[in-house]
């Protein structure tokens, strides 16, 4: 193992996409296919409209015959004919003077180049019945657009109509199936087994006791990884031992019907205390001569150059790539946003990585560390406005204002009230109000 003293956010974040690559692709059903990242360019087998189409119901007429319409002279033709949204094309060509009844959607017959809305018509309105019950001759009052969809105008045969990189949407189905599919090629969901490490955490709902807290840890990044695009299994809290946390491990290589995670996340652990088990396990130093030592491959416990986050454990296990997150709750939620999602992004076949960081302004000022980037959730102080101030402050009886403008990774309440994570430079030692920030924009 290589021991860093100090690596960059972008340093650590390439090592763990490193440890990874797309799944694999398979031909899902169309309606199963939605959330899932599309593998290959969905082609269209149609050309769309399919055929010339009615664009109104009304009248299927020849331009020739109406031409006199526009100097405010109606015209009267006969009517031959009834065509129906999904009817085939009528056997016969529309002639001089004919006039053929027409819905939305049917194919215009040939020599038919206009279609007259029935509104702009003497019919002025078509009743339900059978064919052949409309009237037998028409005026036709209006006559200046053509209101026909020719054939192949929005698509044609061979066009790609979603590109691969995309994540399926109920729109993007909708297009393959009008381009003539039933099924799509998607990568396979990640797999993502998360786990957390302390002796001191319970399960969510469990009275915690004295020194206990409940493990909100796991409940967070297992929910987060499902909104990334992942099937996930949630082992909970593991405690401080090593042999406890190796079985954890090995018990969540089958935890996908026998199959394995694509990726093992775990939270806590990975700092410098006494009973930090996953350094333990992932040390070298601590890791020689037990049964676990053939297992860890590619391992590297980091000091990232953020805060908070700052400690870090990346490596596979058995194979698997882990990603050891440290264990306060906005830690763990910032470590999944610049590490995490990036991976899992990579799993699921998305083209590049990483959020997009737009510009906001600082409503109010804050601390920021020297030499490390800073990370502070943040919230808008209006829907869609370009200010923003640290969010889930308290400032009750005997706080200290001056200490409730840092961040810090304890402070669970802002994880309820940000809307954004603001990031600021590792040269910046205070944040003033109207300051520019630049801030990633979170679900």
């Known amino acids: 193992m290589t021991r860093e003293p100090r690596r960059t956010i972008a340093q650590h974040a390439d090592d763990a996409l490193a440890l990874v690559r797309p799944t694999p692709t398979a031909d899902l059903p169309l309606e199963d296919a939605v959330g899932a990242v599309l593998a290959a360019d969905v082609v269209s087998t149609l050309d769309a409209p399919a055929f010339d189409a009615s664009a109104m119901d009304g009248y299927a007429v ?8 526009a100097t405010g002279s109606p015209v009267v033709l006969r009517v031959v004919g009834d065509v129906a949204a999904g009817a085939p094309e009528l056997d016969a060509p529309l002639g001089p003077g004919e006039a053929v009844r027409i819905m939305t959607g049917a194919p215009v017959p040939r020599g038919g180049d206009v279609v007259v ?14 064919a052949g019950s409309g009237p037998a001759t028409v005026e036709i009052h209006d006559a200046t657009r053509s209101n026909v969809r020719a054939r192949g105008e929005d698509v044609r045969r061979g066009d790609v109509v979603v590109e691969a990189g995309v994540v399926l949407t ?6 393959a199936a009008s381009a003539g599919h039933a099924t799509v090629r998607v990568h396979r969901a990640p797999r993502v087994a998360v786990l957390s490490t302390g002796s001191e955490l319970v399960a969510p709902g469990t009275a915690p006791g004295p020194g206990r807290i409940p493990d909100s840890n796991s409940v967070l990044l297992a929910a987060s990884a499902r909104a990334a695009g992942a099937r996930v299994v949630r082992r909970g809290a593991v405690g401080d031992t090593a042999p406890a946390l190796v079985a954890a491990l090995d018990d969540l290589l089958a935890a996908f019907d026998g199959a394995p995670p694509d990726l093992l996340v775990s939270t806590g652990g990975v700092s410098a205390g006494a009973f930090d ?27 990232v150059g953020m805060q908070p986050g700052k400690p870090q454990g990346i490596a596979r296990w058995r194979g698997v790539p882990w990603l050891a997150l440290p264990g306060n709750p906005v830690s763990a939620f910032v470590s999944f946003e610049l590490f995490v999602r990036p991976v899992l992004d990579r799993l699921r076949g998305v083209p590049g990585t ?17 030499g490390r980037e800073q990370l502070v959730l943040v919230r808008h102080t209006a829907p869609g406005g370009g200010q923003v101030v640290p969010a889930g402050r308290h400032r009750g009886p005997g ?7 840092g961040s810090g990774s304890h402070r669970v309440s802002a994880l309820a009230h940000a809307d954004a994570l603001a990031v600021v430079g590792a040269d910046v030692t205070a944040v003033e109000p109207g300051d520019a920030v630049r801030v990633l924009l979170l679900d």
């Not at 020849?62 to 319409?69: E, F, L, T, Y």
């Not at 809305?117 to 059978?130: K, L, Q």
């Not at 109920?170 to 297009?175: D, K, L």
């Not at 706080?399 to 403008?405: H, K, L």
């Open 354 to 370: 990483g959020r997009t960081l737009v510009g906001r302004v600082a409503g109010e000022g804050w601390s920021s560390p020297s």
């Open 399 to 405: 706080s200290d204002p001056a200490g409730a403008r």
């Open 62 to 69: 020849r331009s020739a015959d109406v031409a006199g319409v």
């Open 117 to 130: 809305p029935v509104e702009r018509t003497s019919t002025g309105r078509f009743t339900p019945g059978a």
């Open 170 to 175: 109920a729109r993007h189905v909708s297009v």
């Open 277 to 303: 088990v996953v350094r333990e396990v992932l040390d070298p130093a601590t890791r020689a001569g037990t049964a676990w030592e053939g297992a860890v491959d590619d391992a590297r416990l980091v000091a």
